[in-house]
C-alpha cells in the first residue's frame, strides 16, 4: 500500500530532478587530490601523534627533565603536513 501512495512522488521528484554536479569539478581535479593528500598526510600526523603524545606524558611524569624531549616528538608528525603543504604549493 505504501509504494502505491508514494508512486506519484517519484514521478514528481524524477521529473524535476537535476544531474547531480560532482563533488571536484573535472578542471580542478588536481586541488582534490592536493587536498585529499594534505588531509591525509594531517590524519597519519594525528594517528601518530596519539601514541606519542600519552608515552611523552607518561615519561613527564615520571621525569621532568623528559619535557624537552617529549616535546620534540610530539612535533615530529607535524612535520608530514607541513612538508605535504609545501609539496602542493610547490606542485600547483
Sequence with gaps: MIPELL???FVVLQENA???A???PENH??????ALA???AAFGAGYAER???AAA??????????FGRGLILTVIPETLVILAL???FLTL
Design 86 to 88: 609545501v609539496v602542493v
Design 22 to 24: 560532482p563533488a571536484i
Design 7 to 9: 508512486a506519484p512522488l
Design 57 to 66: 606524558v607518561g615519561a613527564v611524569a615520571e621525569d621532568d627533565d623528559m
Design 51 to 53: 601514541g606519542i603524545g
Design 38 to 40: 594534505v588531509g591525509l
Design 29 to 34: 581535479f588536481s586541488l582534490g587530490m592536493a
Design 18 to 20: 537535476t544531474a547531480a
